[in-house]
């Protein structure tokens, strides 16, 4: 069974950028896609970056849209999101999992998730 180690996660101020990372422990198949989502307590996870691995096509929120960029290992088994212009409605845990519908937005059904990687950002 696939599972994903995040990482990457840190605090940063306002305006500024993060790369996090997450890699697979096994093959993630061909069916479904990898998904970036977060999660603030009390709040509704939400799907904010998502790829379909064998053709790269790539799906992002309404929230991060222009900001953040999701991109695969050419060589497969991980993948990146890039965040810029972050404010403080970023902050959250980012967990990267698997998920049967390239959904992005609230409502999404994921599985395999990692321990997640915590982003901070302060004005």
């Known amino acids: 069974q696939v599972q994903f180690e995040e990482s990457g996660g840190d605090s940063v101020q306002a305006g500024g950028s993060l790369r996090l990372s997450c890699a697979a422990s096994?093959?993630?198949?061909?069916?479904?896609?990898v998904v970036w989502f977060r999660q603030v307590p009390g709040k509704e996870r939400e799907g904010v970056a998502s790829?379909?691995?064998?053709?790269?096509?790539?799906w992002y929120a309404d929230s991060v849209k222009g900001r953040f960029t999701m991109a695969q290992d050419s060589a497969g088994g991980k993948w990146f999101l890039h965040m810029s212009s972050l404010t403080p409605e970023d902050s959250g845990v980012y967990y990267c999992?698997?998920?049967?519908?390239?959904?992005?937005?609230?409502?999404?059904?994921?599985?395999?998730w990692g321990q997640g990687t915590q982003v901070t950002v302060s004005t």
């Open positions: 790829v379909w691995p064998p053709g790269g096509n790539t």
């Open positions: 096994g093959n993630v198949g061909t069916v479904d896609c």
């Open positions: 999992a698997l998920s049967r519908i390239c959904h992005v937005g609230y409502g999404g059904e994921y599985k395999n």
